[in-house]
T-cell receptor, first 109, second 112 residues
Framework: DAKTTQPNSMESNEEEPVHLPCNHS???????IHWYRQLPSQGPEYVIH???SNVNNRMASLAIAEDRKSSTLILHRATLRDAAVYYC??????????FGAGTRLAVHP | ETGVTQTPRHLVMGMTNKKSLKCEQH?????MYWYKQSAKKPLELMFV???????ENNSVPSRFSPECPNSSHLFLHLHTLQPEDSALYLC???????????FGPGTRLLVL
């Protein structure tokens, strides 16, 4: 099963950009890279996903390495409400849906 | 509003009780999922239903019994649970299996 690795925690200041990295060196050609986040006391929520090209939406941007073995979730201006656990997972093909420990993002005023 | 609702939101039960968790999705999705999230642990996928058929059971103990009567509803029947089963139980749905999932708020279960 394809796995992802992320830093356990990161910190940011409000209004600054945040780059959350994810390594997925065993990704296969049909796997999509998905990002979810889980705010305290809530279920996870979808953030963004992509296959090969960089993606933008109202929440974030996703930058995918050319070899697809890593990706970076970019929050352009962090707010206090962005404090959450961010999960990078691979979906598609025969992969089981494995959520890792994620990255706990702290945002300081 | 995510379109996925779960009831109850909180549940306390004894080890000899039988209870059921309910999940309902209003998104017209075809796949539904049960996850378990224990304290300070990653989400663990328990069951997957695709077009009402169970397609995945990740070695879940038989004291957890899922039921999917139609594509909008998913239940998790609980009986003779153990204290270590205390956790947040999350339901999710997606249009098709392995596509973007939408999660409910979860049921926080405490087994005494």
């Amino acid at each position: 099963d394809a796995k992802t690795t992320q830093p356990n925690s990161m910190e940011s200041n409000e209004e600054e950009p945040v780059h959350l990295p994810c390594n997925h060196s065993t990704i296969s050609g049909t796997d999509y890279i998905h990002w979810y986040r889980q705010l305290p006391s809530q279920g996870p929520e979808y953030v963004i996903h992509g296959l090969t090209s960089n993606v933008n939406n109202r929440m974030a941007s996703l930058a995918i390495a050319e070899d697809r073995k890593s990706s970076t979730l970019i929050l352009h201006r962090a707010t206090l409400r962005d404090a959450a656990v961010y999960y990078c997972i691979l979906m598609g093909g025969y992969n089981k849906l494995i959520f890792g420990a994620g990255t706990r993002l702290a945002v300081h005023p | 509003e995510t379109g996925v609702t779960q009831t109850p939101r909180h549940l306390v039960m004894g080890m000899t009780n039988k209870k059921s968790l309910k999940c309902e999705q209003h998104l017209g999705h075809n796949a539904m999922y049960w996850y378990k999230q224990s304290a300070k642990k990653p989400l663990e996928l328990m069951f997957v239903y695709n077009f009402k058929e169970q397609t995945e059971n990740n070695s879940v103990p038989s004291r957890f019994s899922p039921e999917c009567p139609n594509s909008s509803h998913l239940f998790l029947h609980l009986h003779t649970l153990q204290p270590e089963d205390s956790a947040l139980y999350l339901c999710a749905s997606s249009q098709q299996f392995q596509e973007t999932q939408y999660f409910g708020p979860g049921t926080r279960l405490l087994v005494l």
